[in-house]
């Protein structure tokens, strides 16, 4: 039985905000670059902290949950769109799916034959972790932006409203910065864009596109710098099968359930961050078109 509140994530979230505020408000003496490789991991984890107050932590309260972990210092995405896709991305059975997976990084084959050339370099370079890192935040950002302008004109008031608040609090956000804080409003978005990228690194290898829908997930056994930073999602199959599972409860979880998840998971586990990086700095994970032979082969009519 979990405690209303959960004093480690509090901790974390307000050690999270505090070292934000210093980075963008404060400390004026330490250097611009050096302030901005700070702020790129304080805004992933930030990010990583939206991940875990959407699944009902810290509070069973929800809206509280929401109204803590929305400031937007991530720049790129509005918190309540996220959260909308990632509860969507959580049907298991349609991980990875071009359509039905708001988080999925492939293409339909059809879609995947009819785009231009450069484009399809493009995205198979996204598709290494240098790429990921690099390209991937403008590509994401881009590519679910028009999507969800495309929602919105074909009705979903509510999404275009969602990102008319979220552009006014970005834009009172750089005004601040640009008035009171210690370094530029440019700055601040080049660490927000690699913010975004460096939590790209944990995205780059969640998940692949295989038949069975329970070895879609990854585990990444060793815990270091990035597994905290991630907030365990290393241990992504566990974090799958068992949401609601509180952050700092997962390590312990995986260890005594460790044969049974990666029997579940058909295996698909790495030994480290470090082994990701060796094995895909350069070259492609996976195709870009959706490889499954059995999945949904027509673009449904109303995309």
Not at 81 to 97: A, G, P, Q, Y
Not at 156 to 183: K, P
Not at 241 to 261: D, H, K, T, V
Request: hydrophobic share 45%.
């Amino acid at each position: 039985m979990r405690n209303d509140a959960e004093w480690r994530t509090l901790l974390l979230a307000g050690v999270c905000y505090a070292v934000w505020l210093l980075l963008t408000f404060g400390w004026a003496d330490l250097p611009d670059l050096l302030r901005v490789l700070l702020l790129i991991p304080t805004i992933t984890l930030h990010s990583s902290l939206q991940h875990e107050f959407l699944h009902g932590h810290p509070f069973r309260n929800q809206n509280l949950n929401d109204l803590l972990i929305s400031p937007p210092i991530g720049v790129l995405v509005p918190y309540l769109r996220f959260k909308s896709c990632h509860l969507t991305h959580h049907i298991n059975e349609n991980i990875t799916d071009p359509y039905d997976d708001p988080e999925s990084y492939y293409l339909d084959r059809d879609v995947w034959a009819a785009i231009p050339g450069w484009l399809k370099q493009l995205l198979v370079a996204n598709n290494t972790l240098t790429g990921r890192v690099t390209l991937g935040p403008a590509l994401a950002t881009i590519g679910f932006a028009r999507s969800e302008l495309a929602r919105g004109k074909r009705g979903d008031r509510a999404i275009l409203a969602t990102w008319l608040r979220h552009v006014l609090a970005v834009a009172l956000l750089f005004w601040l910065i640009d008035a009171y804080g210690s370094l530029n409003a440019w700055a601040y978005f080049i660490a927000a864009y690699f913010g975004m990228g460096l939590l790209m690194v944990r995205s780059f290898i969640e998940h692949q596109a295989v038949e069975k829908a329970n070895q879609r997930s990854v585990i990444i056994e060793t815990r270091g710098p990035l597994s905290l930073l991630f907030l365990n999602n290393n241990f992504h199959s566990v974090h799958h099968a068992y949401p609601s599972l509180a952050w700092y409860r997962i390590p312990a979880f995986f260890r005594e359930n460790r044969s049974r998840f990666l029997r579940m998971n058909g295996g698909y586990r790495y030994e480290s961050y470090w082994q990701v990086f060796r094995r895909y700095a350069l070259r492609p994970k996976e195709p870009v078109a959706w490889p499954i032979e059995n999945g949904r082969k027509q673009r449904p009519e109303n995309l």
